[in-house]
């Protein structure tokens, strides 16, 4: 079952869901509207490796935007920081985001239960468009569990996504084991 806004504002006020900053004007019917950072991310080496630490190098999106590219992938990331401590949040791209062409993720839309962080947008486009900093970019919508919860992300040992913060970060599929 999806969260309503009432049962968000419910979670929040039992410290269940936090969002910093949280504005009221972005709480949706059933979702909270996130928006793009400042900063963005693209890959050094144009041929990556799954066993390798591919490098990023970081920039932030000037006032008059920056124009993405259909031939570049980029990492991104929200302004807000979120912890979600007893659902499952799904980040799903808003629809007027869609309809410029813009993906805000490959496959990681899901997190887990104890996401405690800024989410890692990644971000490929259809045409070039000129995005913004600040600008609205997806929302989240808030899944209940059924049945408890053994091992929450923020306390996973094996979790490599759980050190704070607000810039996006590359790919750490080269701590795994394979």
Known sequence: MILTDQQILESM???HIKVEPFLKECLGTNSYDVHLGKTLGVYVDSVLDAKKHNKIELFEIPEEGYVLTPENFYLGV????????KHVPFLEGKSSVGRLGIDIHATAGKGDVGFCNFWTLEISVKKPVRVYAGMPIGQLIYFEVKGGVNTPYNTKASAKYNDKTAIPVESMMWKNRF
């Open 13 to 15: 006020g039992q410290g």
């Open 78 to 85: 929200t302004q807000e920081y979120t912890e979600t401590l």
